[in-house]
């Protein structure tokens, strides 16, 4: 019996589910929409976040990866987070 079969008979109950590396991605933004951090300490975070996915999305618009529609999404997005964390400052004082 050779490191194969050893291995396969060890483990004959263990299924694995592949998943495409584009599904993981959509469901892992579906995840994060779902759970909106509403704290000041999330939403910076998240800002960080959106901030870093905003450099990379510049770069790409640079070498005509994506539009400047897409573009304006991520600035949106950012705007948004600003003003939010904007609102919760205001709320707090």
């Known amino acids: ?26 469901k892992l933004q579906e995840v994060e929409q779902s759970h ?7 939403l910076q975070k998240a800002l960080k976040r959106l901030e870093r ?6 770069k790409s618009y640079k070498v005509n990866k ?6 304006y999404e991520f600035e949106w997005r950012i705007f948004e987070l600003q003003e939010e964390i904007k609102r919760i400052e205001q709320k707090g004082e």
């Open 66 to 71: 994506i539009s400047k529609n897409e573009l």
């Open 1 to 26: 019996m050779d490191n194969i079969d050893k291995f396969l008979d060890l483990f004959a109950d263990f299924e694995m589910v592949v998943v495409p590396k584009a599904d993981r991605r959509k």
């Open 36 to 42: 909106q951090p509403k704290s000041k300490a999330g």
């Open 53 to 58: 996915e905003y450099k990379q999305a510049l």
